[in-house]
């Protein structure tokens, strides 16, 4: 990577240090030599100046030496004032930033991708300030039911003046899944058969539409995130899982590419190139993005979940949808996973077979036999089928 010409250059002896700006004005310190003997009080001096100037800074001890706890101490101490991203590939040097809660990345190229992704987050939370995302009486609903205080009375009063969520709470209390002897009347009723967490769901699908609406998403996303949620829901219930855990995976299913709305939406130009490089050379959308962006829909639809108080369910599976690193979370991500997988597969006429380990690991965890002789007959059956219940 190109570099620019050094704005300040520290002492060659012992520990040595400079100071440039990458492309981009990306500041880069580099640090070399022994630091056992030696921490540079001139190289920290110059560091917390970098520090009241930069919000990010790009720290290079690839050709550091010695470890002392002092040196790690200091540059913790600096942490707080600016965040740091070190470049390392020293195993012990990785450990010790770990320790202190400072980002790591083995190359420069690697670390300068982190920077630009933080930097597309910075400016998306801040071109959202002026959409009235966050004023709507959906998200109200949304932030409300996360309060503790939150009552069913207050509730009422909110949910009365809308009567399309009206009808969809009453067409929900009443259906099959909740079993009920007599049919529920009364908004009370509803919310108590339901209980929060049923209601909560519901919020949020009407706030993830008016999303929809204000992102301009096209109508195959949103179609691409019902049959995806419905599909997601299906292989759940077929394991075994219990209602409260396949609903969590229908909603996950929903939003599982909201990063992915947000991103085209307020970066319309940068995605077209996304878009490009999916085409032309055959890479995933998450993999173009962070080439794009230097971040992708997963850690921007984290982000999301965190602004909008979405529950710690949401994040964590919309997170982690493609890596499935998370095991955690295998209950809720695998099926979604498998779903948005086959999806794909179908509208790039592929063969899901690929993914089937990924669904057998699925029904392994739910001590389960896939049911289906023929998976992709058995999708499609459901997809052409199933309604939505909302």
């Known amino acids: 990577m190109p570099k620019a010409p050094n704005l300040f250059e520290g002492p060659k002896k012992g520990l040595g240090y400079n100071i440039e700006t990458l492309p981009g004005g990306i500041p880069h310190l580099v640090i070399e030599g022994n630091a056992e003997n030696d921490c540079n009080d001139d190289m920290f001096k110059a560091l917390s100046q970098l520090s009241r100037k930069h919000d990010q800074i790009l720290v290079n001890i690839l050709g550091l030496k010695g470890c002392p706890p002092s040196f790690f101490k200091r540059l913790f101490n600096l942490s707080s004032k600016s965040k740091f991203k070190v470049i390392s590939s020293s195993p012990e040097m990785v450990k010790l930033c770990e320790e202190i809660e400072v980002s790591t990345f083995p190359t420069v190229k690697s670390a300068v991708l982190a920077y630009i992704g933080d930097e597309t987050i910075k400016l998306m939370l801040k071109k959202m300030t002026d959409v009235p995302i966050l004023r709507s ?68 699908y009407n706030f993830y539409h008016s999303v929809g609406n204000i992102f301009q998403a096209q109508s195959e996303v949103i179609q691409h995130g019902q049959k995806c949620a419905t599909l997601a829901e299906f292989i759940s219930r ?153």
């Open 137 to 204: 009486d959906a998200y109200s609903l949304v932030s409300y039911i996360s309060r503790p205080e939150a009552s069913f009375d207050n509730l009422e009063k909110m949910v009365e003046k809308h009567p399309g969520l009206v009808s969809q709470i009453f067409r929900m209390a009443n259906s099959a899944f909740f079993r009920r002897e007599s049919k529920v009347e009364t908004l009370k009723q509803a919310f108590v058969t339901m209980g929060i967490s049923a209601l909560r769901q519901i919020f949020i």
């Open 238 to 390: 077929s394991a075994g899982s219990p209602p409260e855990e396949y609903e969590k995976v229908r909603m996950g299913g929903l939003l599982h590419d909201i990063g992915s709305q947000a991103l085209a939406f307020f970066f319309p130009d940068h995605y077209e190139k996304v878009r490009k490089i999916m085409k032309e050379k055959n890479q995933e959308c998450y993999l173009a993005e962070l080439l794009v962006f230097g971040t992708e829909h997963q850690s921007v639809g984290v982000v999301l979940c965190k602004k909008w108080n979405f529950p710690e369910y949401l994040g964590a599976v919309i997170g982690d949808h493609h890596y499935l690193q998370n095991e955690e979370w295998n209950n809720l991500t695998l099926p979604i996973f498998c779903a948005n997988n086959f999806l794909v597969s179908q509208t790039l006429g592929l063969s899901f077979s690929q993914f089937f380990k990924d669904l057998e690991r699925f029904f392994f965890l739910k001590k389960r036999e896939i049911p289906w002789k023929d998976i992709s007959a058995e999708f499609n059956k459901v997809l052409e089928s199933k309604e939505d219940l909302f």
